[in-house]
């Protein structure tokens, strides 16, 4: 296999990340970058075909391993205590997709996901059609009996509960217990930690590419919701245009609700196919900044929301006279979003804590502040 044109991104989760937990998180996606890069060695056909989905799954399950992030070891608990964890993984080659939902117990949810949408390529003896989510107690059995680590993936329940995680809890939990909701600043504090953890890779050519997503949700949430992260279309989309030889890989973070709803990540998708098949020019800047505001921000604001909190990375590739280029997007409306990239030519990540200039407070009747930027690879 070349090792030309391959390119890998993660994120920590757009939100608020304080100055204190900078270095710590900019290690942890710098990390995750090189675990992805590992699987590039790989030389066989067969293993080739997977290698994008591998480095996904490898990148993201070094994420859900840090306690410094939300997702695996280290999520928000649920309003009992206990963590559960969604998690997504997309094929751009084929739209294979797998995910999961609510599910306890699991160390890494990402390896579960890639489990069921490996598990969907396989004829089904009855014809019957395979899963595309699996949640709660299903995706733990799941995981059990199909994933080739399936019981070291099992652990008891409460080894997922990173000390950080417990007195964030223990804290909002009396917040909530004694009706002491604090300032309207102070409830934002809440929304600061409900970041989601995400990759998105290109294998080397030009349709090679994956995307993956994982969270541990909100904090407090109530047992059994599920977030963007489980979601087919919101919280990872990965695609290929052969009309245009060109690729796109996303991975989104903020308000999962809000994000389920408006199907971020597969509108981003259907923005650049409606430009491919209309033979206009492909802008990712402006079919972000559309699918934000029109699709995002303008019916949450419609529905009286003020929570406008989303993020996202999306890989964008190109077969140029045979030569692969590759820029990374990076959109959030958050305070900051944090970012890692890294490539063959480029093996040693780059991390960044991006962060949007100051402005002032936007109310429901004003134009949402988005923070566009673009990266070459």
Not at 124 to 149: K, M, N, Q, Y
Not at 279 to 294: A, G, L, N, Q, R
Not at 356 to 364: A, E, F, T
């Amino acid at each position: 296999m070349s090792l030309r044109g391959v390119y890998i991104a993660v994120h920590g989760g757009a939100g608020v990340h304080s100055h204190t937990r900078e270095d710590e998180v900019k290690q942890a996606l710098r990390v995750a970058c090189t675990e992805g890069l590992k699987c590039i060695g790989i030389t066989t056909k067969a293993q080739r075909d997977g290698t994008r989905l591998q480095m996904v799954e490898n990148a993201v399950s070094c994420l859900e391993d840090n306690p410094n992030l939300n997702a695996g070891y280290g999520s928000n608990l649920t309003l009992h205590g206990t963590v559960e964890c969604d998690a997504a993984i997309m094929d751009g080659r084929s739209g294979d997709f797998g995910s999961v939902g609510a599910v306890s117990g699991i160390k890494n949810p990402i390896r579960v996901a890639r489990a069921i949408l490996d598990y969907s390529k396989v004829p089904d003896p009855l014809g019957r059609i395979p899963p595309l989510t699996l949640v709660s107690e299903g995706a733990h059995a799941f995981a059990v009996a199909h994933c080739a680590d399936g019981k070291s993936q099992s652990v008891p329940a409460e080894s997922l509960i990173a000390s950080r995680s417990k007195r964030e809890w223990e804290e909002w939990k009396a917040r909530l217990d004694r009706g002491d909701y604090g300032t309207e600043s102070q409830v934002e504090n809440i929304r600061d930690i409900q970041d989601t953890v995400g990759a998105v890779v290109c294998e080397g050519t030009v349709d090679g590419i994956s995307a993956g997503v994982s969270s541990g949700g909100i904090l407090l949430k109530h047992p059994g919701r599920i977030g963007e992260a489980a979601m087919f279309g919101a919280g990872c989309w990965a695609q290929y245009f052969p009309k245009a030889k060109l690729g796109i890989a996303c991975s989104v973070s903020g308000a999962g609700e809000s994000i389920v709803r408006a199907t971020i990540a597969r509108a981003i998708g259907d923005g650049f196919k409606d430009c491919i098949s209309k033979e206009e020019e492909v802008d990712p800047h402006s079919i972000i900044s559309t699918v934000v505001v029109d699709r995002f921000c303008g019916p949450c604001r419609d529905r009286g929301e003020v929570n406008l909190d989303v993020g996202i990375i999306l890989l964008v590739t190109e077969d140029i006279e045979n030569k692969i280029t590759a820029r990374l997007w990076c959109a959030f409306t958050t305070p900051s979003m944090a970012i890692a990239y890294a490539s063959s030519e480029t093996p040693k990540p780059k991390a960044q804590i991006l962060r949007r200039p100051k402005s002032k407070p936007s109310s429901l009747t004003s134009e949402p502040h988005i923070f566009i930027t673009a990266i070459s690879l």
